[in-house]
């Protein structure tokens, strides 16, 4: 009976030595290594949403800060994650990671978020800026008056002194507008599914509107198909519109056949060259104002 006593008091003594040294190695144990924020862009283009997914050796949880402004720390757990969004800046942004250990050793590092490159392809070989001599000219019609002027609102994405185009409206017309020839080709030819078919612009409206951005070979639709898209301004002055044609229409004939074979309104992706693009504001409606256009298919 004493042995078995004995034999118990010595496993007690061993279990406990055990765990005052586990808990030494717990206490004494190192902070975390080799932390990694492992950031993710899930788009190309401004809102950037970025995937974080922290890890780190000897870490058990993590504190995540995106660096947005007024951004809190979040705490995860390992192979956890979080998504944020990125606003188009000019200041960097910064994901501060804290590694925490099971003894409450900290490791931190921060990580800069970098965007990816711009996709952007200049489509325009020329693109209209009205400070050169790449267009060789513009018109309004109905009801719409067009003239070179000095940029009047040097701020939001346009905020260089330079000239742009003001475009004046009447109101008379539901489909007044302005168009403007170029001296070089819009070029559309790529056909590769990876192909950049965006015209980036920047227009002035302090009214919420949509804006139609229409491409033409020639006005009788001749040689390549009318294609158009059509965006909504926001009417907080100067904005960057990103018309992408690779979601085109045919533009209005009025003919029941269309042309070149294809009907109006079907859908379209342009592959030639354009030497022409026409603008509509608030097609379809009685608009009256003042607008300004500026770098037509220049990258930002």
Known sequence: MRSIIFGILIISFISCNREVEFDAVL????????????????????????????????????????????????????????TYEYPESDENFFVTIKAIAPNDLVTEQQFEVVPPADPCTQIFSSPATFDNNNVAFSFGFNGADVQVVANPDLSGANPEASNVLEIVQDGGGNFDGYGVQMNTAIDFSSTSDTADKIVRLKFWSNTVLPVRLSMQQDPNNDTEREVEVTLEHGGTGWEEMRFNFANAIAGFTGNADGALGIPDGTSIVPTGQYIRFQMFISPGNDVAGTFYLDDVGVCP
């Open 27 to 82: 206490s004494e144990g190192p902070a975390p290594t080799e932390v990694q924020a492992n950031i993710m862009f899930n788009n190309a283009e401004p809102p950037f949403s970025v995937t974080v997914s922290p890890t780190a050796l000897g870490a058990t949880a993590f504190e995540v800060n995106s660096g947005l402004p007024g951004a809190t720390n979040e705490l995860v757990g390992i192979q956890q994650q979080l």
